[in-house]
């Protein structure tokens, strides 16, 4: 490896302390888990720029995603958003605080809400957007083109053999 990264190092210290277990794995495992936890610091602080949360960037991008009315019911927008629906709640109540989306009640089921983005959720998730695929772009730029055109199908397969686990 052209790089002693602390991944390196630590299977290098469980190689020492228990040369009776195959660490490599951690090569794999422990550095996606820290790309991931960098790359999202990196996203989040392009969300910051505009004010959001991780979690209200997402409930905006999967408004604006759902087309027009850019609306969904409260359910289908937690699916959207991989959180529960509790988790959903709070992410609405501040967005619907601060005029991003409006919550009403289906007109053949007042039991369910629609989340709905504003004129204004919608302007800021347009530039939100924008910004968040202009950062996206310009980390994969580290990789490089080749790079990226290799893993992207590979982190695919597995994502769907973890998902599908």
Known sequence: MAHEDRISEIQTEWRRERPDLD???????????RVALLLTDRLVEVYGEFGLSEGEFDVLAALRRAGEPYERAAGELADHTLVTTGGLTKRVDRLVTRGLVERRAEASDARRRIVRLTPAGRDLIDRAF?????????????????DTAEIEPILARWLAALEGA
């Open 130 to 146: 924008a910004a968040h695929l202009a950062n996206e772009h310009r980390l994969l730029a580290e990789l490089g083109a080749d």
């Open 23 to 33: 660490s490599s794995p951690q090569g794999v495992i422990g550095r996606l888990h």
